[in-house]
């Protein structure tokens, strides 16, 4: 049971979801480098159905890249789970992000999905593929 001031991680993952939403991203920078667990939260934040929260997502992680590279590989297996979504934006968003992250780990699991079912989400594959070249 929570007390009165303490907030559940279903809210907190809203909140973070809603200032990416509303373009504050240097918040929620500050949230991931203050408390690591978040990038564990990563692929239920790009469950999120608006387009500028997982925009958001992406642009959260170019700057985690740049500030906390030592951090980033924690949201590997919240994004490789969602490399088995049924929804192929789901799986391709996935693939982005770890495109993102690049390191050797997180290029295996692009490469995986070399022959989804979706050609969308392929395309995604070869392009951050072939920006790793």
């Not at 480098?33 to 692929?43: L, N, S």
């Not at 642009?59 to 590997?76: G, N, S």
Request: aromatic residues 6%; charged residues 30%.
């Amino acid at each position: 049971m929570h007390s009165p001031n303490t907030v559940s991680n279903q809210e907190l993952k809203r909140v973070i979801a809603d200032f990416l939403d509303q373009g504050h991203v240097e918040n929620i920078v500050a949230m991931f480098r203050h408390e690591p667990r978040y990038y564990a939260w990563t692929g239920d934040i790009l469950r999120d159905e608006r387009f500028s929260v997982r925009l958001g997502v992406s642009v959260l992680f170019e700057e985690l890249r740049e500030t906390q590279p030592d951090k980033i590989e924690l949201a590997i297996p919240s994004l490789v789970q969602l490399l088995s979504a049924k929804e192929p934006l789901l799986r391709g968003e996935a693939v982005s992000i770890l495109g993102i992250i690049g390191s050797d780990k997180a290029l295996a699991h692009i490469r995986s999905r070399h022959d989804d079912p979706s050609p969308r989400v392929r395309e995604v594959v070869e392009l951050v593929l072939q920006d790793r070249k």
